[in-house]
């Protein structure tokens, strides 16, 4: 249902805002949220890739990749719902290619989706935590952000961003109240994923031999959005099947 739609007004309920909520790991998010008690906003760049959805999760389209499109997602947010509580950005783009096939274009788009995206939402998420003096931010990374994978090279330079991004502001808004941590998942079992050449060998790699299922990441990152979890601050949560085991 989108902002126009939306009938709820605002809500008693703790107010989560999931990115990229039309893809495979964004939809298991605000499933998870919604099933864990939150009131859920759903972004994504359009509004059709939020279909299926139930009526009481809030769907507003966003442009990550400007400060305007996320202002303005947030304000939607907070005039339709109340406030934001929880941040969880899992908009991403995640295009493999050979590094001498990388354009100029390609690094532009990658990290404007990926890092600028990620900063612009938390910048606006903070505006409107920082009145109430409480907050969680989670944020998408990957252990591509620490580990190395032909074709890659791009994707990875904006993980190791995330997490970097992540650890910065984690330090400068702790004081605030606020919370920021990421995930890191291994190889996941979304549909784009599953049809891909690349991804079976991945998963016959790891210890556990088993796929990461978004929903996994799901309850982590719903776990990172509580109250409670005051002491969690700058972490990086890795989710890989064992893939990173030293």
Known sequence: MSAHEFEGGAVSRRVAVVTGAGGGLGRACVTQLAADGFAVAALDVSVAALDGFDDDVLSVAADVTTRDGCASAVADVVGTLGRVDALVNSAGVYPRRPVLDISTDDW?????????????????????MRTRGAGQIVNVSSIDGFTAHPANAHYAATKAAVISLTR?????????GIRVN?????????????????????????????????????????????????????????????????
């Open 182 to 246: 990421s995930v890191a998942p291994g190889p996941m079992a979304t549909e784009t994923a599953k049809a891909t050449e690349w991804y079976a060998p991945m998963v016959a790699e790891l210890p556990t031999r088993a796929p990461i299922e978004p929903a996994e990441i799901a309850e982590v990152v719903s776990f990172l959005c509580r109250p409670g979890n005051i002491s969690i601050a700058g972490e990086n949560i890795i989710v890989s099947g064992g893939g990173v085991i030293a």
């Open 168 to 176: 910065s502001l984690a330090l400068e808004v702790a004081p605030l």
């Open 108 to 128: 532009q788009h990658v990290f404007e989706v990926n890092v600028l995206g990620t900063y612009f939402m938390m910048i606006e998420a903070i505006a409107d």
